[in-house]
């Protein structure tokens, strides 16, 4: 059975940094990709990093690069989203997903974790 848990959302101030975990099980990420997608209110969820399972290649959104990363500890099946010099503009709520997608659009994942939320406010 496939799942996916985000957790270490929270309430920072603009610069600060912040770690998102997400913890899975039930699949491979090599085989299957992973993505990691925010939705604000009001707006669609985008694509904010994804790792491909074709060719293993990292997307990054423009509004993250060089801000945000991804890392991965194999042995505790957990993927970290490291997000630096946070903005407002980057409060949403965050998830995990997997599915085979070789895009990163949120449409083509299939599985998904129930999200964490992280609000950037002075």
């Known amino acids: 059975q496939v799942q996916l848990l985000e957790s270490g959302g929270g309430l920072v101030q603009p610069g600060d940094s912040l770690r998102l975990s997400c913890e899975t099980s039930?699949?491979?990420?090599?085989?299957?990709?992973i993505g990691w997608f925010r939705q604000a209110p009001g707006k669609e969820r985008e694509g904010v990093l994804c790792i491909s399972p074709r060719d293993g290649n990292t997307y990054y959104a423009d509004s993250v690069k060089g801000r945000f990363t991804i890392a991965r500890d194999n042995a505790k099946n957990t993927l970290y989203l490291q997000m630096n010099s946070l903005q407002p503009e980057d409060t949403a709520v965050y998830y995990c997903?997997?599915?085979?997608?070789?895009?990163?659009?949120?449409?083509?994942?299939?599985?998904w974790g129930q999200g964490t939320q992280v609000t950037v406010s002075s």
């Open positions: 039930g699949f491979t990420v090599d085989n299957y990709g």
């Open positions: 997903a997997t599915g085979g997608a070789d895009r990163c659009v949120s449409y083509e994942y299939i599985y």
